[in-house]
Structure formats: C-alpha cells, structure tokens
C-alpha cells in the first residue's frame, strides 16, 4: 500500500558511487517557505535553485504525503530529482507537503476528489494546489524558464496525474509513476471489492494516523502489533470488524474508518477514480509502472488506457519494466525472484526514458524519439517499442478447463462436468509459501508449488509448448461456478511451469493474478448474492503482461477461493463482511464448471 516511503528514503539517502555527499550543497541554494493556496491554506515547500545562473531552469516537482524533510534551510537532502542524471542537469527542484500533510496546513483527503465545476474559491483539490503553487512559482522564484515537470511514484504518482485535469499551462511535462488511480477496482486498497487486508493493516498503522497540525513527525504508529507470521496473525485476530477493537486502530485512523464504511463502489470511491477526469490531456505524460508492482500496477496500466481512450493520446506515453513498486528508481535492477534479466534495466530507462523526457520537454534539449509504449518482455528478457498498447499484432487464444485438470483450446463435449473443492475460511489458502512477518515482495512471481497439496486450490496445465508464446495485454479469465453458500472470492492465477534443471522438480512461476469478490461479479456498486447450487458467471480481468512462455514449457491455471492474508477472508456469507462476526464464516463447497454448456476459460492475447 503505497509503501513508496522507504523506498524513497533508500533512494535519496544513498548516494551514488564516487559522488561527493555535499553535491546538492555545493551546487543548489535551499529555500524553505510556504505557499498560500486560493483558500488561504498554506503548503510547506522545499526549493533547491542551482546556484549557477548562467542559464534559465525549470522546475521539477514533487508533491508528497510522505514529508519533504530534511526541513529547515542549513539542512539539505543528499539527492535530488527521480534520478542522478536529472540532478547534474540542474532543475529547480521543488518538493511540497500536500495539503494536511506534515508541515502543509489544511484538512488531507485520501486521493482527494477533483472538483471539475470549481464556484468559490474554497472548491479546492490537488489540481487547484498545483496550480496556485505553479503560479506563486513562476512570480517569486527568479531565473525560471517558465516551464515546470511534475514527477511522482505511487501516491505521488497520483498527485502528478491528479495536476493533468485543468492544468496550469506552465505545466510541460508529467510522469505519473505507479500512480493510485482507483482504490476499488485494482489499487492499494481493493481489488474488484476485495479489501488487501495485510498491506492497508500495517500502512494505515503509520499513515493513517492523525494530527492535530503541522508537525515534522507522526511520532509512534497507532498501534504496536509484533508478529513473526503474518497469516498466523490474522488468523487470530479473527474478523475484519476485531481491527477496531482498543488494540488497535479503536477508530483512531478516519481512513481506515472509510475503508470499512464503504465496502461498494460508491460514491466515496466513485469520486476518487481519477481516470474519469483524465479527458483531453495534452500535456507529453510519461506513465511508468512495473510487472512485478504489488500495489499499483493497474494504475499506471489504466492512466495511460484512460488518456487515450479519453483524448488524442499524441503525447501519452507507457513504460512498463520489471519491476517491483518503484524499483525503477533504484541505481540497478538486473534480477527479482528467480529471474536474471540479463541486464540494468533501471539504468536503461533512467537514461534512455526519464532524463530524455524531461530534458526534451522542459529544455528543448535532445531529443524525445519514443514510440507510445516500452515494454519489457519478461521470459524473453527483451525490451520492445509498440506503436500502441496492447500491440496490433496480437490474436485471441482461449485455453478452456478440460477433464484431468487439463487446458485445451477445445471446449468440452461433456453434457454436465466440474471440479469441486471445499472452500474453509478457517482454512484460507495461503498467498505465499514462505513464513514472514510482512509480506513477501517476491510473492508476484513466486513458485506456486507451495499449494499444490490443498484439496481447496485447482490446477489446470497445458501440454508442453511446442514453440515459444508471448502473451501481450490484459488476461481474462471467464468462470462458470456454483456455491453452497451466497458469496465467495474467486481466485485466478497464470503460471509459467518451468523444466526443472538436472531433475529438479518444476517451478511453476506465477505470471499473474487476480481476485474477484463473487457479490460484485456483475455490479461493483449493487452487489449481489449467490443463489446456492445456481451457475454463475463470474469474470475477471487481469491485468496486463508482457510474457514468453518458452518452447518446452507449460501453461498451467489455478483457481482457488481464498488468497489471506493478503487478501480479507470471505464469510461466504452474503452480507458487509466489515461487520461479520466470527460465527459468520462458513464453509461452502465450490463447483468450477467446464462442460459443453459452461465452458469456464481463460484468454489469452497472443502475439503472432
């Protein structure tokens, strides 16, 4: 959950080898101010000017949740900017606390709302910020070129992508990087309206504590809860209604209040899903995301979709790389769980991508030679340059459940078959194999061998690839089913089964996931049960890869019910699950249907 925080503070805090750690001191003048928004309400901002004059800059800024500190003029950061490069080119370096945030005065909403129809000028959000800080900007800071970039990973991601609807025309350049784009659909929060247990849990620990003002520190977390096995934990803590007990949060956090007020997509989430503004943009966005990203990889897939889908998309731009939430901003990125890319791939686009962009846009220096979407190829370990995303040259493959937990591009011509299994909240599958305390990073490509023995967990696997096939674009899987009960949580997962290497055992690396509340299978703000022993179809789109599966590979699918901690248990009861007690949480026999009649499949987009 928008943990960019640590790894921002390991990037700026770790200089680069052989440079000296006074650079920025040597090179910038520091100023520490505020600046008053429209509705009187002032934001704390950090200003690095280069001290060499010779030349106009722009300004390049991130705004934060997370704190600009070091605070205080004769204290300076030892880095600045997204990356090394861009800090020698020498910006103006802006950093804010957002409204309600640390040093920043005013009340902080979670993924503020943007208000299109602004009447008074106490209609504010992060648009209308931004705004006034650009303008406050361009008249006090002198030596400008009276352009600016904005630049942000996960939550500020978001507040890069939230200065795009009504943008000051300052504005040149944004980068929305892993941006939180819609919290119940596919980030952070929920997933399809299921709620991401572990990782809200422990943020909103710190993040969503409350203050009474500025401060320069939160100080403690809400709450101490030691633990060295996280699915343990939760399993003891019982129901999600036991996270307000006086141990811990005792509504003492107001956003993890709304998360289990607002358990549909309704209006609090409706107003927060910021791709709906993002019509008619103009401005050159660079959206950057990563395979691997465990809390927003829909976001930066679906603000790019959304720019284009909404506009002419003549300067939006995708990169996806693989990469963990934000490791493309470390110095090197050549390896993550058992793959070896076979090169830097950090470096790669903090060269060739981030700098040129900025440089391009901002100075009119170089120039900006990219094609719509780069995108790296994992399994082939190749980066590709498509004119579009999902490529043109992709077909439709659809892989259907077959008898002896087989795929087959056939459907069946059995009158009435299913597998079933017993779906046991007290029982929840597991999301990794490995007992940790906080959640395994690597979990999004992990070895799914670890389930294998669970009678609640099916697995269907394709004959071996006779050639090599790359997936590109997003996954659907279409499911028939029926349930003793009146709700559950599908499970679907795409596994690359790879040879094991001198008779080893396979390895059956996860290539992606996803999970679907059953009760929102056909409406996320109506939600409805499950008649028990009824078909029902239930869908559930991926997202987005980019994947050769290699000659002498297997596909293999894996559907389960349950996905904990990382996930909230199901009661499989049709009810507010925030409000469920633990007698609410039953066992329900699932049938997964693959039958002439209901041929439950998943689709592929192949590339010819």
């Known amino acids: 959950m928008k943990k960019i925080l640590f790894l921002l503070a390991l990037t700026w805090l770790t200089t680069a080898s052989g440079q000296s750690n006074n650079f920025v001191k040597e090179n910038y003048d520091k100023i520490d101010t505020t600046i008053t928004m429209r509705d009187g309400v002032k934001l704390y901002t950090i200003i690095y000017v280069p001290k060499d004059k010779s030349e106009k800059y722009p300004f390049l800024i991130q705004r934060t949740p997370y704190s600009v500190a070091p605070y205080g003029g004769e204290n300076f950061a030892r880095r600045l900017g997204p990356n090394e490069a861009l800090m020698h080119e020498k910006y103006i370096f802006v950093y804010q606390d957002v409204r309600g945030r640390y040093m920043s005065e005013g009340y902080n909403k979670e993924v503020t709302p943007y208000i299109p129809a602004k009447k008074t000028n106490r209609d504010v959000d992060e648009s209308s910020d931004t705004y006034d800080t650009m303008e406050w900007l361009l008249k006090h800071i002198p030596n400008n ?19 795009l609807p009504a943008v000051h025309p300052s504005i040149r350049a944004v980068s929305p990087q892993a941006p939180v784009t819609d919290e119940f659909i596919g980030d952070d929060a929920n997933h399809n309206g299921a709620f991401f247990l572990m990782d809200n849990f422990d943020f909103m620990n710190s993040f969503g504590k409350e203050r009474s003002g500025p401060v320069k520190s939160y100080g403690s977390p809400i709450f101490v809860a030691p633990r060295t096995d996280a699915y343990k934990f939760f399993l003891e803590l019982g129901p999600i209604k036991n996270t307000q007990s006086e141990k811990y949060f005792n509504n003492r956090s107001y956003i ?24 008619n943009i103009t401005i050159p966005t660079l959206v950057v995301g990563g395979w691997f990203d465990a809390e927003d990889l829909f976001g930066a897939l679906h603000t790019f979709d959304a720019i284009e889908q909404q506009g002419t998309g003549i300067h939006n731009y995708l990169v996806m790389g693989p990469w963990t939430h934000g490791a493309w901003a470390r110095d090197g990125w050549t390896r993550f769980a058992t793959y070896d890319f076979e090169s830097n791939t950090s470096k790669y686009f903090q060269d060739s991508l981030q700098t040129t962009f900025f440089n391009y846009f901002l100075k009119d220096k170089g120039s900006w030679n990219a094609t719509k979407a780069t995108m790296f190829e994992t399994g082939g370990n190749r980066w590709h340059h498509f004119d579009r995303w999902p490529p043109r040259n992709v077909r439709e493959v659809t892989y259907y459940l077959g008898a002896g937990r087989k795929l087959s591009d056939k459907k069946s011509s059995d009158q009435r078959a299913f597998d ?37 967990v099916l697995s269907y696997e394709s004959p071996l690839l006779t050639e ?5 674009g997003p996954i659907s899987a279409n499911l028939f089913v029926s349930t003793t009960g009146t709700d559950a949580d599908f499970i679907v997962k795409l596994i690359d089964v790879v040879p094991g290497a001198d008779g080893a055992a396979d390895i059956q690396r996860l290539v992606r996931a996803e999970v679907m509340r059953g009760k929102f299978r056909n409406n996320y703000v109506v939600p409805e049960a499950f008649v028990p022993g009824k078909v029902s179809e239930v869908k559930i789109h991926l997202n987005d890869v980019l994947h050769t599966f290699m000659k002498g590979h297997r596909l293999m699918v894996q559907i389960q019910s349950s996905w904990f901690p990382l996930v909230d248990r199901n009661p499989q009861k049709f009810m507010r699950i925030p409000e469920a007690d633990e007698n609410d949480f039953r066992k329900a026999e699932i049938n997964v249907y693959r039958d002439r009649a209901y041929s439950s499949s998943i689709m592929l987009p192949v590339m010819k």
């Open 256 to 279: 993890w209040n709304e998360y289990l007020e607002h358990d549909t997509y309704d209006n609090y989430w409706q107003q927060r899903n910021i791709r709906s503004h993002l019509k």
């Open 145 to 163: 070129n009276g352009r600016a970039g904005l630049y942000g990973i996960s939550y500020p991601g978001f507040y890069a992508t939230a200065s």
């Open 468 to 472: 090599n096939l790359t997936v590109a």
């Open 420 to 456: 079933k299994y017993i779906s046991d909240p007290a029982n929840p599958v597991p999301y990794t194999g490995k007992v940790q305390a906080r959640r395994n990073n690597e979990y999004m490509a992990e070895d799914q061998s670890f389930v294998m023995g669970r009678g609640d």
